[in-house]
T-cell receptor, first 109, second 119 residues
Framework: KNEVEQSPQNLTAQEGEFITINCSYS?????LHWLQQHPGGGIVSLFM???GKKKHGRLIATINIQEKHSSLHITASHPRDSAVYIC???????????FGEGTQLTVNP | KAGVTQTPRYLIKTRGQQVTLSCSPI?????VSWYQQTPGQGLQFLFE???????NKGNFPGRFSGRQFSNSRSEMNVSTLELGDSALYLC??????????????????FGPGTRLLVL
């Protein structure tokens, strides 16, 4: 079983829809990162969370440490949001990142 | 500020050869991490360098090695290439690496990657 699991693996939405991507982990962590990867490979770091909630534009990330769960929400989705969204955790015991398998999001106009 | 650069962007090698990939971090960043991304395994951590020292290493065989220079530029080397080494190799730089707990210090900036194909 992977230490970091994301759902869904694939998500197709219509422009304007509210989107939620989930990340569950099974280890103790000190931080959780959400990353965005566009076709061609470029990766952008969206959020780093250790508790609570963060918001940046139309993106909102939440984390529940007790439940070992994080969600990434996209409000008013747009075709340019189409990308792979990757959850990664930094375990309490070390500094390396462990990654989920990613969620492929496609937003249709 | 210029972003993270990686060279070369694309590379084709044959089994048994060795390869060296280069990563230039954002100016002022002292931590460089390397990752391998494949369709089957996803993103996996290779190693992290901070101030010319390897601070952390992933679960890869000894054929994978790296180093960091005094200007924070980093190289990774893969010897005796295998077909399974075909992947996108990404490096990421940050101010302080993954230990500070500070978003500013920990945020990683990724390079465009080197796509390696082993035939």
């Amino acid at each position: 079983k992977n230490e970091v699991e994301q759902s869904p693996q694939n998500l197709t939405a219509q422009e304007g829809e509210f989107i939620t991507i989930n990340c569950s982990y099974s280890v103790g962590i000190s931080a959780l990162h959400w990353l965005q990867q566009h076709p061609g490979g470029g990766i952008v770091s969206l959020f780093m969370l250790s508790s609570g909630k963060k918001k940046h534009g139309r993106l909102i990330a939440t984390i529940n440490i007790q439940e070992k769960h994080s969600s990434l929400h996209i409000t008013a989705s747009h075709p340019r949001d189409s990308a792979v969204y990757i959850c990664a955790v930094r375990k309490s015991s070390g500094s390396r990142l462990t990654f989920g398998e990613g969620t492929q999001l496609t937003v249709n106009p | 500020k210029a972003g993270v650069t990686q060279t070369p962007r694309y590379l084709i090698k044959t089994r048994g050869q060795q390869v060296t990939l280069s990563c230039s971090p954002i100016s002022g960043h002292r931590s460089v991490s390397w990752y391998q991304q494949t369709p089957g395994q996803g993103l996996q951590f290779l190693f992290e360098y901070f101030s010319e020292t390897q601070r952390n290493k992933g679960n890869f065989p000894g054929r994978f090695s790296g180093r960091q220079f005094s200007n924070s530029r980093s190289e990774m080397n893969v010897s005796t290439l295998e077909l399974g080494d075909s992947a996108l190799y990404l490096c990421a730089s940050s101010l302080d690496g993954l230990l500070s707990g500070s978003h500013l210090q920990e945020t990683q900036y990724f390079g465009p990657g080197t796509r390696l194909l082993v035939l």
